[in-house]
C-alpha cells in the first residue's frame, strides 16, 4: 500500500462529515479533487470503505476501523510537527474555539496577531448558533467560546472583549425617520428571525416581551448573512448586531432605522467552564488578548462608535 498523508485527511474528512460536498468545504479543496483522493485511497482496499445509497454516502464497518487508524496515524504526525516547532522554540499545539455565526465578524480580527506570532498553531474554528456553541462548551469539546449572551445553566468564566449593539434594520426603502418611533412601530413590519436557538433572536423576542409587542414574523432563517440578504432584497425587516453590516451601511443598501429603547445592548465575550485547567496554547492566546485587546477593537471596531 501507498497512501498518502494526504488521502488519510481527505478520508477522515469524508467519513467526519459524511458529504463529499461538505469534506471539500472544510479542506479548501474542490469536490473532484476530494472525489479523486478518495477513489485512489480506495483502490488500495478490496473491501468498501464507503458506499452510496440513493444520494446518501454512508461509512461501512470496515471503512470507519480505517477512519479510527488514520486519525491515530494524522494524531501522531501532527505531534511530530508540534515538537519539531517546540524543539525550535515556537509556540505550537492545536486550539479549539466555537463562535456564534455573527462571531465570524469579528474572530478573525481577534485571532490575527497572535497566529502571525505563532504559525506552529493549528486552529478548531466551529461555527454554529448559540445553543450548539454552549453544547460544546458544556462537553468540554472545545478551549474556548465566543458569545453575547452569557449562559446562565453553566458556570463559566470570561473575558470580555467588546459591546455588541443590534439594530433595527431594513433597505434602502425604508427612509429613517429624524426622530425614533415607538417600539410598537415595529407591529407595523414584515419581521425577519433567526432561527431557535440563535442568541440575536433571543435579544430581539426579549425585547419585543419586554415592550409588549405582538409582531409579525414574515420568516425565519439560519445565518445572519440570510437575514441580511433578505432584508436587502425587501422582504422585511429584522433586529441586526450592528457588527454585521458595516458595508452595507457604507454604501447605503441597509439602513438603521431609530426605534425608542434600541440598540439592544450586549456584550461579545470569550467564556470557558469555569476552573477549567488550558492547555499551555489557549492560555498564551488569553494572555494575549488581556495585554493587546483594546489595541484589537481600536483598531478594528472603532468604526461602531459612532452608532
Known amino acids: 500500500m501507498q497512501y498518502t498523508l494526504h488521502q488519510l485527511q481527505v478520508f477522515l474528512k469524508v467519513t467526519q462529515t459524511l458529504s463529499i460536498t461538505k469534506a471539500a468545504e472544510e479542506l479548501h479543496l474542490t469536490q473532484p479533487a476530494v472525489s479523486i483522493q478518495l477513489k485512489n485511497f480506495q483502490d488500495q482496499f478490496e473491501i468498501p470503505l464507503t458506499e452510496i445509497i440513493g444520494r446518501k454516502l454512508y461509512v461501512t464497518e470496515f471503512g470507519n ?21 517546540a524543539y525550535k522554540g515556537f509556540l505550537s499545539g492545536k486550539l479549539t474555539i466555537s463562535i456564534v455565526s455573527t462571531g465570524k465578524y469579528i474572530m478573525p480580527y481577534i485571532l490575527s496577531d497572535f497566529f502571525k506570532k505563532h504559525p506552529g498553531i493549528e486552529l478548531n474554528l466551529d461555527v454554529s448558533n448559540k445553543v450548539k456553541v454552549l453544547e460544546k ?27 455588541n449593539k443590534l439594530f433595527l434594520v431594513g433597505n434602502k426603502d425604508y427612509s429613517p425617520s429624524s426622530k425614533p418611533k415607538s417600539p410598537n412601530y415595529l407591529e407595523e413590519l414584515a419581521l425577519i428571525y433567526r432561527e431557535l436557538g440563535s442568541g440575536t433572536r433571543q435579544s430581539m423576542e ?17 445565518s445572519n448573512e440570510a437575514v441580511k440578504q433578505a432584508i436587502l432584497a425587501g422582504l422585511g425587516c429584522s433586529i441586526m448586531p450592528l457588527i454585521g453590516i458595516k458595508n452595507e451601511l457604507m454604501n447605503g443598501d441597509l439602513s438603521i432605522l431609530p426605534v425608542k429603547g434600541l440598540p439592544i445592548k450586549t456584550s461579545w465575550n470569550l467564556i470557558w467552564l469555569k476552573g477549567k485547567k488550558h492547555s499551555y496554547v489557549a492560555q ?16 478594528h471596531f472603532h468604526w461602531t462608535k459612532a452608532y
Open 206 to 222: 426579549q425585547f419585543f416581551q419586554k415592550n409588549q409587542l405582538y409582531v409579525r414574523k414574515k420568516l425565519e432563517l439560519t
Open 137 to 163: 462548551l458544556e462537553r468540554n469539546e472545545t478551549d474556548l467560546a465566543l458569545v453575547s449572551i452569557l449562559p446562565e445553566s453553566i458556570q463559566t468564566e470570561k473575558l470580555e472583549l467588546m459591546e
Open 65 to 85: 476501523e480505517i477512519a479510527q487508524a488514520a486519525e491515530k496515524i494524522l494524531q501522531e504526525v501532527y505531534a511530530i510537527n508540534y515538537k519539531t516547532l
Open 284 to 299: 498564551a492566546f488569553l494572555n494575549h488578548l488581556k495585554e493587546n485587546k483594546t489595541q484589537i477593537v481600536n483598531e
